[in-house]
């Protein structure tokens, strides 16, 4: 009776040079961008305070779509899924906007 192994052969591929130095691009670009928010966040004094949150906001935004672009595979979609995606948030952030502005109103009312 013969000895027959069921298990599957394993091929060890090299590995790939252009991807990999990509993945360190990626990671350098976001490092940047995370050492500017860093800088933005600790550096600017805090008299400019609407200016530093804005900044940092619209940082991180941009982190957030570098991110969804490369790790998501959003910038190799089709432009009508994509405007699919960014159209919705625009109306998402101009609510968020429009809540934080009715709400610095409503605390300036006196209630008491």
Known sequence: MAHHSNEPQVTVLPPDRAKIMHLW???????AVTVAEFAVAFL????????????FVAMTIVKAAYIVGEFMHL???VKVLIWS?????VFVVW??????YEGMKLSDIRFF
Do not use: D, Q, S, W
């Open 75 to 77: 910038k190799h979609e």
């Open 44 to 55: 600017v004094p805090h008299e400019f305070h609407t200016t530093r949150v804005a900044i």
């Open 85 to 89: 995606i960014l159209i919705p948030m």
């Open 25 to 31: 691009k990626v990671a350098g670009i976001l490092l």
């Open 95 to 100: 609510m968020l906007v429009a809540f934080v």
